[in-house]
């Protein structure tokens, strides 16, 4: 169609969304051009913050590797991939869930640990933390066989693919549940972290005047046939960043219980000091198994 005013721009795009032969294509992409045309509306926005979004867009693929994924980094910061975790889980977001949003440092294919082993693959000095979770279904039943990969950052807050000090696959490890629906590992207590700001994430945080740290957490991510694949996170109960994580990722149902023994004996003979210990239960809903893409697939290289 001929636009002659400015309103008329929403119709002809809205115009051309009737040869889209998927329903749900088709309703995804309207809604969006809906809800972006009065935001742009809305805020009347101009030639020139046009061109900056525009540039934002592109410095986020910019700033994707195979070591650091900043679309996922934005869309923690932005609520998005919380909000969309939340959506569509805990009876489509209606009731606390154990799930929680994958994060931007997933990787696959970490090695398969046994039950009670170490996710320790290079000296990484901090106090010990032994962990015990259980996978339960909706019907409080113990899930065995379910396939779980942990992953956390180093007592110094860096992913082993953030950091060339550390080994490949460093505090990363898969594990499979035992009859009971139980899994278990040695660790190090892992650190909260600042997220990297070198890229459209950090212009954000700075221009709202944001800090940029995540409290300290592990990471899992729980599939078995017949359940919903779930992504989780279990938060440090003693971190002074629960309230304000920049990734928004922090829920009641998530924020675990990690105690600190200071002269109990420790269930290793090599700790020397104080150690913590972390139990958790996972509960599964039915759904769709599947596993989601890794946000990254490498380390960064060593420099210098
Ligand atoms: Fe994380």
């Known amino acids: 169609m001929i636009i002659e005013r400015q309103e008329d721009v929403t119709t002809a795009v809205l115009a051309e969304m009737h040869r889209t032969p998927d329903p749900r294509t088709k309703e995804i992409l309207a809604c969006f051009v809906r809800h972006l045309h009065a935001f742009i509306r809305e805020v009347r926005l101009t030639e020139r ?27 923690g910061a ?10 569509n889980n805990g009876a489509n977001g209606t009731r606390p869930t154990q799930a929680n ?8 294919g970490s090695p398969r640990v046994a039950n009670g082993g170490s996710l320790l693959r290079s000296p990484t000095p901090g106090e010990a933390l032994f962990f015990r979770g ?3 279904d909706p019907d409080d039943r113990p899930v065995a066989g379910a396939e779980v990969d942990v992953w956390h950052s180093s007592p110094v807050g860096r992913y082993e693919n953030q950091d060339a000090t550390q080994a490949e696959m460093n505090l990363r490890g898969k594990f499979t549940t035992e009859a009971d629906g139980s899994f278990a590992f040695r660790t190090v207590k892992p650190a909260g972290y600042p997220v990297p700001t070198d890229g459209p994430t950090g212009v954000l945080l700075r221009a709202q005047r944001r800090h940029n740290m995540r409290p300290a957490h592990l990471h899992f991510l729980i599939h078995k046939p017949g359940f919903k694949t779930i992504a989780s996170q279990v938060y440090s109960n003693d971190d002074p960043y629960l309230e304000t994580d ?8 998530l924020i675990g ?7 109990a004996p420790a269930p290793a003979a090599d700790i020397r000091g104080a150690w913590y210990s972390l139990e958790h239960t996972f509960a599964l809903e039915p759904g ?17």
């Open 49 to 75: 913050e046009f061109q900056e979004a525009v540039g934002q867009v592109v410095a986020l693929g910019q700033h994707t590797t195979p070591s650091h994924h900043e679309v996922m980094l934005i869309s």
């Open 78 to 87: 932005l609520g998005v991939s919380n909000l969309v975790c939340l959506l």
């Open 101 to 108: 949003n994958l994060g931007p440092f997933y990787r696959a």
């Open 134 to 136: 259980w996978v339960r």
């Open 246 to 253: 920049s990734q928004f990722g922090v829920t009641r149902a």
């Open 257 to 263: 219980d990690y105690v600190r023994h200071v002269d």
């Open 288 to 304: 769709e198994s599947w596993l989601p893409k890794p946000p990254i697939t490498a380390k960064v290289e060593a420099t210098g």
